[in-house]
């Protein structure tokens, strides 16, 4: 039996059967409803679906592999880069061998366009598209978890209960991730830690390190060796605007003035979504350096992911505005300043916080590297 089957990507001979189970799914149907037809009078719902299910069908006929359906979902990214960003820049790029296995370690900014640019970056550059990292509670919604597994998304066990539970499901994605990466030279993303940095402040989880480690560390081979094995390149994305960053400084807000936040039921989605279809400006992408031997610790290791993601992280013009006005001075940045005339008051200087974080941490790292 598949020691993988319930977390892996679906693959190719599974593909038209799902595509076909999807078509067929409410849920999907309805939600495409939402998204495209929001504003249509809601009697129309019924033969919108009729319709809706009709074009999907069609759509769907010629796609018989994973690499089709990349293919479609590619043609949908060039139209929201078109319509959602100002600009999208790939550094280092260029470094990366084709037919060989990175471990993409990234920061993580948001739900789906950060795994999604990073894609695109490798698609237009002739290279394997990732294998992506993703919670399983994004996949509370079963046409999700199909969708997500379609464009090649693995599933991290997160609601695992119990140690036992916990280690049993660290121990079978580790595996996954080395047999990804060494037996089929599969590129694969991850981020950097559990969740986004809703506060823009990058750190690496060295428990993430640790996972990585499981399955080689039962082979008794060195930690060092290990890592180097796993080819690790830390990758900075940089947004100049983020989709979410008014709903992510209402959690903060919450949590800070309250000491707690539950999320809806469905917020994940809506964070999905906003993500998706909101305004993003500059966007860059940057590929850090493989991480070779020469760490003999999961701390060490961790520092060297952080000094590349921080060092590396593109400061935006939103980044140099908002460090001015928490010091007092003038932006310099109108349309960041009309932008934080849409920002409720409260949530301000949360918002500010978010997005000068990144350059005064990048400020502070570089200093101290100096001294």
């Not at 009709?54 to 759509?59: D, N, T, Y």
């Not at 018989?64 to 979902?73: I, L, M």
């Not at 140690?163 to 993303?189: C, H, K, P, V």
């Not at 060490?300 to 992280?313: L, S």
Request: proline content about 4%.
């Amino acid at each position: 039996m598949d020691q993988f089957h319930d977390i892996r990507p679906y693959n190719d001979d599974e593909v038209a059967k799902v595509l076909n189970n999807l078509v067929e799914m409410p849920d999907f149907i309805n939600t495409i409803i939402g998204f495209r037809f929001a504003q249509w009078p809601r009697f129309l719902r019924a033969p919108l679906a009729f319709c809706v299910k009709l074009a999907l069908k069609r759509q769907i006929a010629n796609i018989s592999n994973v690499h089709e359906f990349q293919t479609r979902v590619a043609s949908y990214m060039e139209r929201m880069i078109k319509t959602t960003t100002t600009n999208v820049e790939y550094r280092g790029i260029e470094k990366l061998e084709k037919g060989v296995g990175y471990l993409f370690l990234s920061n993580h900014r948001d739900i789906a366009m950060d795994p999604a640019f990073v894609n695109y970056g490798l698609y237009l550059a002739g290279l394997n598209t990732v294998r992506i990292a993703i919670g399983d509670n994004l996949l509370r919604r079963p046409f999700v978890s199909d969708l997500m597994r379609l464009n090649k998304s693995f599933i991290v066990k997160r609601s695992a209960n119990g140690i036992r539970e916990m280690m049993a499901a660290f121990g079978q994605l580790s595996a996954y991730i080395t047999e990804s990466l060494m037996t089929d030279q599969a590129n694969i993303w991850i981020a950097q830690k559990e969740g986004r940095a809703k506060d823009g402040l990058d750190q690496t989880d060295p428990a993430i390190i640790k996972m990585f480690f499981m399955s080689q560390k039962k082979a008794k081979t060195p930690f060092a060796d290990a890592m180097a094995n796993l080819k690790i390149v830390p990758v900075s994305i940089a947004y100049e605007y983020d989709p979410c960053a008014f709903d992510k400084a209402r959690e903060l807000h919450q949590k800070s003035t309250t000491g707690a936040y539950e999320k809806a039921e469905f917020e994940d989605i809506d964070s999905i979504k906003n993500g998706i279809v909101g305004q993003k400006g500059k966007v860059v992408v940057t590929f850090g350096d493989v991480i070779k031997d020469g760490f003999e610790t999961p701390e060490a290791f961790v520092a060297e992911v952080d000094r590349q993601i921080i060092t590396h992280y593109a400061i935006q013009s939103t980044n140099e505005a908002a460090l001015a006005l928490q010091q007092g001075l003038p932006s310099g940045d109108s349309a960041f300043s009309n932008y934080l005339e849409r920002c409720p008051e409260n949530l301000r200087e949360t918002v500010l916080a978010m997005y000068a974080n990144p350059l005064k941490q990048q400020k502070k790292y570089l200093n101290k590297s100096f001294e």
